[in-house]
């Protein structure tokens, strides 16, 4: 069995006995149904063991793997299985400066959202572009909530990536941070992304998102 790794732009998640992989150069997902008996995959560092020779050549044309080598090795966010989320806490009224900061984010992303690639969308604003850990603080539930009573009086508030990708954006103008998920599964296939600061969820349910294994973190 030779060792590989994921190619810098692809992640993967093992669903079941499927394995799902994403390219974010492409805006694709991949399934590969029924390969988990084939293909042993670490997600922290993105490295996987092939069995089949055949399927992982087929990946290495595919532009989805290559052979392991330690200068391309990374370590790949993590984040604990979900098991709060903020749907019993009080929502807190927003005040004009709460009004504004929805208001320019929502502004600012329409040229990030519409015709524009995943691996442009996700990428973090230059202004927190450090790597401390989210926290969960008072602010950032309080925003977090704050997001939520907006987002209704949004004109377009879109499917579950453009609501993420603009929380996220609010909480950096407020200093804030919290880990996107990006999350697959199989039969049906779905994907779905949130919005997590350690094992809470922060815009969505728990029994909803712990339906999907995380593929990404960013």
């Known amino acids: 069995m030779r060792r590989w790794q994921l190619t810098p732009q692809v992640f993967a998640a093992l669903c079941g006995q499927d394995v799902v992989l994403l390219d974010i150069s492409r805006d694709d997902y991949l399934v590969l149904a029924g390969a988990g008996d084939q293909i042993d995959l670490d997600p922290a560092t993105g490295r996987l063991d092939v069995a089949d020779g055949a399927l992982a050549a087929l990946l290495t044309d595919a532009g989805l793997i290559q052979p392991k080598s330690k200068s391309m090795a990374r370590r790949l966010r993590t984040v604990p299985e979900v098991r709060a989320d903020l749907f019993a806490s009080p929502t807190p009224r927003p005040d004009l400066g709460d009004r504004l900061a929805f208001a320019w984010v929502l502004i600012e992303m329409i040229p990030l959202y519409w015709m524009r690639p995943l691996s442009r969308l996700v990428r ?95």
Do not use: Y
């Open 124 to 218: 973090p604003p230059k202004r927190l572009s450090g790597k401390d850990a989210p926290q969960l603080s008072e602010a950032l539930i309080h925003n977090a909530l704050v997001f939520e009573r907006l987002l209704v009086w949004a004109p377009f508030q879109g499917q579950c990536l453009f609501r993420a990708a603009m929380l996220r954006r609010f909480l950096h103008r407020r200093g804030l941070r919290a880990a996107w998920v990006f999350g697959a599964r199989t039969w049906p296939f779905a994907a779905h992304c949130w919005l997590q600061v350690g094992d809470v969820v922060i815009n969505d349910r728990v029994d909803h998102v712990a339906r999907f294994a995380p593929i990404m973190v960013v």
